[in-house]
């Protein structure tokens, strides 16, 4: 380079030729300590860079073929975790299925066949996550104070998971004649709060002025809907039809892709507002960009109307599923409206029920009068 930098490639066989890929990586011209240490930190990095592709390389080779038990186990983890790379929709999933790769490549080695993985064998690695120190697989992380940092519980669940998903796979595929899972009882997931309002605090926000009008819009159309930010964000006018008396709209879910028919309220149909001249594939909510700054205005507003929750977007989610609960709606049929795939998921919204616990406590009180 005329500059006197150096450029780094990737020099690698593709088919039945060779190609060389530019890294982005430039080692220094001169001798100074500053240059010298720049310049290491550059090749460990190409050499990180170089390592990676030589993994995706031999897992291609190595999966062509089903081998059975023979078959290395990290490679073919690696490959599901390549396959969910830049899918639509998932990339929080594949982050994840990433993360849990990076204990799995500490607990275990290359040499690691699906033969060795046995019940014990996952047993074993149920224990790692339970007693691992967070991010020990990065290099210079150093505890402090020898404290220890271990994973949150949601993080073990969902790596647990995404083992028993891999090993479901090797199942199906017919590489193991067995799931070596299916006896290891998985980690319980924590119960986070969830965070709704009331019916009284919903119409408190209507009532009250919102720097930007179309957050107000949104989120009181979620509450009243329970559709997901993410699916509000997406709607179209296409989605939006009239069915008799009925406003539906017919969407997929952004996170699940399951195809959705949800007959809306009226109330929620004032905040759908006028179509004009939209076209068919434009948005129903064009402005509504959801942010740090739109999340704080969320929390001003709230404050504005004197509610004093600390609560984000999803919550409208959560006050839609109790204020149909609160109204008298059956459980399954709040589950469909919600969109849930398990009954259970909807199950959890049965301990927010303050009126009944609250009118069931008064009922007690009734018997001494």
């Given amino acids: 380079m005329n500059s006197g930098n150096t450029a780094l490639f990737l020099d690698f066989p593709e088919g039945d030729s060779r190609k060389r890929v530019a890294t982005g990586l430039v080692l220094l011209p001169g001798y100074s300590s500053k240059v010298k240490e720049s310049n290491r930190r550059t090749l460990q990095e190409a050499e990180e860079m170089r390592l990676e592709k030589e993994k995706q390389i031999t897992n291609g080779s190595q999966l062509k073929e089903n081998l059975g038990l023979k078959t290395p186990f990290l490679p073919y983890y690696r490959a599901m975790v390549e396959d969910r790379r ?34 014990k064998w996952v047993a074993a690695f149920r224990k790692y996550l339970d007693t691992v120190e967070k991010d020990t697989h990065k290099k210079g992380i150093k505890a402090h104070n020898d404290k220890f940092n271990g994973l949150s519980q949601n993080s073990k669940v969902s790596y647990f998971n995404k083992l028993k998903a891999c090993l479901n796979q090797a199942f199906r595929e017919h590489i ?91 109330v929620a149909v004032e905040y759908i507002g006028e179509r004009g001249k939209a076209k068919s594939t434009d948005l129903v909510f064009p402005l509504f960009k959801y942010s740090s700054e739109t999340s704080l205005e969320l929390r001003r507003w709230a404050m504005a109307a004197k509610i004093e929750k600390d609560f984000t977007f999803h919550c409208s989610r959560h006050t839609f599923a ?21 009954l259970q998921t909807t199950q959890i919204y049965a301990h927010l029920l303050d009126e009944k616990k609250q009118q069931a406590v008064s009922n007690i009180s009734q018997l001494f009068k």
Avoid at 87 to 106: I, V
Avoid at 201 to 228: D, Q
Avoid at 254 to 263: F, I, P, R, S
């Fill in 176 to 266: 193991i004649d067995i799931n070596p899972a299916d006896t290891v009882k998985g980690f319980k997931p924590e119960e986070s709060e969830r965070m709704y309002l009331t019916l009284e605090e919903v119409k408190r926000l209507a009532s009250t002025p919102c720097k930007y009008p179309h957050l107000k819009r949104a989120f009181l159309f979620g509450c009243f809907t329970g559709l997901r930010k993410s699916d509000i964000m997406k709607l179209t006018w296409e989605e939006v039809r009239k069915e008799g008396k009925y406003t539906r709209l017919v969407f997929k879910q952004k996170k699940t892709g399951g195809q959705e028919y949800l007959d809306i309220p009226d």
């Fill in 86 to 119: 830049g899918m639509k929709d998932s990339t929080g999933n594949w982050g994840n299925w990433k993360s849990c790769l990076r204990y799995l490549e500490a607990f275990c080695n290359e040499k690691t066949t699906f033969a060795d993985i046995t019940p």
């Fill in 322 to 342: 109790v204020l149909l609960l609160n109204s008298g709606t059956d459980i399954y049929t709040v589950s469909k409206l919600l969109g849930h795939r398990e």
